[in-house]
């Protein structure tokens, strides 16, 4: 088996479970809630190894990935829906697909809300008022309502990486170095 197939597999089993999940919280009207279930547990992932760890590795027990999930999922008040399916999706071996879940999740969410994602890579920490501002030009191009996924990358020198769906704009410093860098290199 090749690594294209094995991620084939992985999205598509995370594709069903993310489906399930949606169309309960949809019939439930609980989606908000899912939608801090989700930003909870991308928090968790993120501040933890040791969870990354846990739904990853082979060498832990079901019954250990079980009992360990479970307990998480208590303890950070996580919807009865979403403990359900992290607890299933321990017993079937299934945790390692949990980030791409997740992302799949937030995608239905927002297309279920007209909304789209729009990452946004800028080489300083956006402000509340910089992001609201981003989000409101951007809607007016776009026509949708734009959620803002910011990440700060520091070899940006400054300006910014907005990538909505299939499209980018780069406004970095660094492109525009490079930039004058080939036009200098084709000049010379």
Do not use: H
Not at 26 to 51: H, Y
Not at 84 to 107: E, N, T, Y
Not at 150 to 176: F, H, N, Q, Y
Request: glycine share 4%; aromatic share 2%; no cysteine.
């Amino acid at each position: 088996m090749d690594v294209s197939e094995s991620a084939s597999i992985s999205s598509g089993i995370a594709d069903r479970y993310a489906m399930a999940v949606f169309d309960l919280a949809k019939e439930d009207k609980e989606l908000d809630k899912l939608e801090t279930d989700l930003d909870d547990l991308s928090a968790a992932l993120a501040a933890s190894p040791e969870l990354v760890e846990l739904i990853r590795s082979p060498i832990y027990s079901r019954d250990a990935q079980s009992g360990a999930i479970s307990a998480i999922a208590k303890k950070m008040r996580l919807t009865a829906t979403m403990q359900k399916v992290l607890a299933l999706m321990a017993s079937k071996r299934r945790l390692f697909v949990l980030p791409q879940m997740i992302a799949r999740l937030r995608d239905l969410i927002a297309a279920e809300k007209g909304e789209v994602t729009a990452d946004v890579a800028s080489a300083v920490k956006l402000t509340d008022e910089q992001s609201k501002e981003l989000a409101k030009t951007l809607k007016a191009n776009i026509g949708k309502d734009v959620k803002i996924n910011a990440t700060v990358d520091e070899s940006l020198i400054g300006g910014l990486v907005v990538k909505v769906g299939s499209k980018m704009i780069d406004t970095s410093i660094r492109s525009k170095l490079n930039s004058l860098q080939n036009a200098m290199k084709e000049v010379g």
